[in-house]
């Protein structure tokens, strides 16, 4: 298995070195809105603890993403008046896994509408701000 690599994108966001439109944050996890977003409302939760996916993950930082993973679909839901939420988590390349610090993607879903695709093309800032404003309101509800 290939190790952890500290210079990882959500690692620096995690050290303050890159910005992020946080909805949350923990002793043990951050979740941050997707900047590449493939729904309106899509946040990714990561753990803090330095660990490449699931493999490696220790089993305190699988439990702390499980739980905010859980209190971030429900905020994105009701954020969105979302009729419901897909919840993914990649690992390795050949799983889909881009970015090598584990991270679980909730996005709102509507029935019919499909997830955009993984285009490369980032939000503009004021939408990611508004949507992040959104959630936060929302995570002071339940």
């Given amino acids: 298995m290939t190790t952890y690599d500290p210079s990882n994108v959500f690692a620096k966001i995690l050290r303050g070195e890159m ?5 949350y944050e923990d002793a043990e996890t951050i979740a941050i809105m997707d900047i590449m977003p493939r729904a309106d409302g899509h946040v990714l939760v990561i753990p803090k603890a330095a660990c490449r996916n699931v493999f490696d993950a220790p089993a305190d930082a699988l439990k702390a993403v499980a ?5 971030l679909a ?3 839901r009701a ?3 979302a009729e419901g939420v897909t919840i993914q988590q990649f690992n390795e390349p050949a799983g889909g896994q881009i970015v090598f610090h584990m991270h679980v993607h909730v996005m ?3 029935d019919g509408v499909a997830l955009r695709p993984h285009s490369g093309t980032m939000e503009k ?3 990611l701000t508004n949507n992040a404003e959104k959630i936060r309101e929302a995570l002071k509800k339940i």
């Fill in 74 to 76: 429900r905020a994105v």
């Fill in 125 to 127: 800032p004021e939408v």
């Fill in 67 to 71: 739980l905010t993973t859980q209190k």
């Fill in 108 to 110: 709102p879903r509507f």
């Fill in 79 to 81: 954020a969105f008046a």
């Fill in 19 to 23: 910005p992020s439109h946080t909805v």
